[in-house]
């Protein structure tokens, strides 16, 4: 009878056991199959765009952001395709050789001109003008403004100055001492105001 009981007892506590290693062996292989890096699906997960007029205010991969009020700024000046074509001609004929911000200045003298009661209208005439027979911008005169050919840094000057950045502090003029007519930089020195220098130029306005 003990026997037999004794049995009995060591049976129960085997299928304990044995169910025991079953369940925690199916919890080990839920474990396991659960992927190690879940994505909510759920509305906290969606990304929220930030955008003003279309355009992204904000910028993944530390991507550089322009606010949209400086790409769409709009143009102070509207220009005909002819007018376009000759300030990049002229601007790349004398500044061709400048940075930036000599590339400008030449465009701003331009567009001063453009805007003075002492020189014509519209950019053609300001850059065909003669002075006694003289052209007033050289390249015209030796020919090297018709082969210009605007480059990408004397588009972006010009696209600047259209939309209303001014650095010229009002200079109507410009003079490469080093290699202009002596004569004609003392009648520069003499009869108007020098402003400032840049690069290889020297900006002047009215006395």
């Known amino acids: 009878m003990y026997k037999k009981f004794v ?6 506590n085997m299928l304990f056991i ?28 969606k990304p929220k765009a930030d955008r003003f007029f279309g355009h992204s205010k904000k910028a993944a991969s530390g991507q550089r952001v322009v606010d949209y009020a400086v790409t769409e ?14 300030l990049l001609k002229i601007v790349q004929a004398e500044a061709g050789n400048e940075d930036l911000e000599g590339k400008m200045l030449v ?11 002492n020189f014509p ?14 052209y007033q911008f050289s390249p015209v005169g030796n020919g ?10 004397t588009i972006e000057a010009v696209e600047r100055v259209l939309k209303g950045e001014d650095i010229t502090q009002g200079a109507l003029y410009f003079a490469a001492r080093k290699s202009a007519d002596p004569e004609k930089m003392r009648w520069f ?4 105001e020098k402003l400032f220098t840049h690069g290889n130029h020297e900006f002047f306005t009215n006395g």
Do not use: H
Request: net charge negative; glycine share 6%.
């Open 7 to 12: 049995t009995q007892l060591f049976l129960c």
């Open 18 to 45: 044995m169910s025991w290693f079953c369940v925690g062996g199916a919890q080990l292989n839920k474990a396991a199959a659960t992927p190690a890096f879940q994505v909510a699906t759920g509305e906290a997960s």
């Open 73 to 86: 700024k709009e143009y102070k000046y509207e220009l005909g395709s002819a007018d376009y074509e000759a």
């Open 107 to 117: 465009a701003g003298v331009v567009m001063n001109r453009v805007e003075s009661e």
């Open 121 to 134: 209208d519209c950019v053609t005439e300001v850059v065909m003008q003669k002075e006694k027979g003289i």
């Open 144 to 153: 090297t403004y018709y082969n210009a050919k605007a480059s990408q840094d």
């Open 189 to 192: 020195d003499y009869s108007l």
